[in-house]
Antibody, heavy 122, light 110 residues
Framework: QLQMQESGPGLVKPSETLSLTCTVSGGSIANRNYFWAWIRQPPGKGLEWIGGIYYFGRTYYSPSLKSRLDISLDTSKNQFSLNLEFVTAADTAVYYC??????????????WGQGTLVTVSS | QSALTQPASMSGSPGQSITISCTGTRDNIGSYNFVSWYQQHPGKVPKVIIYEVNKRPSGVSDRFSGSSFGDTASLTISGLQAEDEADYYCSSYAGSSTVVFGGGTKVTVL
């Protein structure tokens, strides 16, 4: 069973970059079966898919965030990361790192981190 | 504005059945049999309870069932129990390795 843990600053200033890392244990991030993704949830609101990355490094992003977003893998550390540029208060949310199979396409996520609250404020 | 539309809230008495709708478009639900549903209790991490429209992960009660027709998917909770009080989110594959969510439905057990 995979375990996933988000880490990163809990407070980011407006216009700066939000950077989070997800550390994976109980399995390899290079496993051919896996698709890794980020999902966020603003306080009191619903879930929003941010983007994801295949085990071989190809990324896919939400159209609404694509211009500000970068997701990457670090197989040496068994981690994947999220960088979201030029943040505003609207980016304040609990950020979850998640995992799912991708056969034939990524469509559901059965392993979730505990989530980390990131607040954008000066 | 979420890509998928769900009722904001629904309620039912213990033992009753409720059905939550999730309406999308031909770009998501209408084109793919890759609808999933998540249950989230207050302060907890979401948990997948239905995937690929009507499949249940191991350990999920058979009181939860899913279906889909056209651009609309549905989640039925049969024999409603107090522990079913939670938020429920639908999700669909939307092409090009992307996923969209509904706005969520708060289920109250009366």
């Amino acid at each position: 069973q995979l375990q996933m843990q988000e880490s990163g600053p809990g407070l980011v200033k407006p216009s700066e970059t939000l950077s989070l890392t997800c550390t994976v244990s109980g399995g390899s991030i290079a496993n051919r079966n896996y698709f890794w993704a980020w999902i966020r949830q603003p306080p009191g609101k619903g879930l929003e898919w941010i983007g994801g990355i295949y085990y071989f490094g190809r990324t896919y992003y939400s159209p609404s965030l694509k211009s500000r977003l970068d997701i990457s893998l670090d197989t040496s550390k068994n981690q994947f990361s999220l960088n979201l540029e030029f943040v505003t208060a609207a980016d304040t949310a609990v950020y979850y790192c998640v995992n799912g199979d991708w056969d034939p396409v990524p469509h559901y996520f059965d392993s979730w981190g505990q989530g980390t609250l990131v607040t954008v404020s000066s | 504005q979420s890509a998928l539309t769900q009722p904001a809230s629904m309620s039912g008495s213990p033992g009753q059945s409720i059905t939550i709708s999730c309406t999308g478009t031909r770009d998501n639900i209408g084109s793919y049999n890759f609808v999933s549903w998540y249950q989230q209790h207050p302060g907890k991490v979401p948990k997948v309870i239905i995937y690929e429209v009507n499949k249940r992960p191991s350990g999920v009660s058979d009181r939860f069932s899913g279906s889909s027709f056209g651009d609309t998917a549905s989640l039925t909770i049969s024999g409603l129990q107090a522990e079913d009080e939670a938020d429920y989110y639908c999700s669909s594959y939307a092409g090009s390795s992307t996923v969209v969510f509904g706005g969520g439905t708060k289920v109250t057990v009366l």
